[in-house]
């Protein structure tokens, strides 16, 4: 008698394998999707400063609020010693 084989049931993402059916892209397609993604990525510093200008703003704030706090735990750190 000959031993039976036993196929586990898989579902169709199980079966997914990332290498199979996939086409090679080519120099040409390769070069074509570096060009899209340097286009999207390119910003200017305009750009930049436009849609930041109230970084720098809050960072002066950050400053004061910890200079001020440094302060007052050094003015209870001599008064309470």
Do not use: F, W
Not at 33 to 60: F, G, P, R
């Amino acid at each position: 008698m000959a031993k039976k084989r036993r196929t586990p049931k898989l579902s169709a993402t199980q079966r997914y394998s990332p290498g199979k059916g996939r086409q090679q892209h080519t120099q040409k397609n390769r070069k074509q999707a570096q060009l899209a993604t340097a286009k999207a990525t390119a910003v200017t510093e305009e750009e930049l400063a436009a849609e930041y200008k109230y970084v720098l703003k809050d960072l002066k704030h950050i400053g004061v609020i910890a200079l001020a706090m440094l302060a007052l735990l050094i003015a209870l750190a001599l008064i309470l010693i």
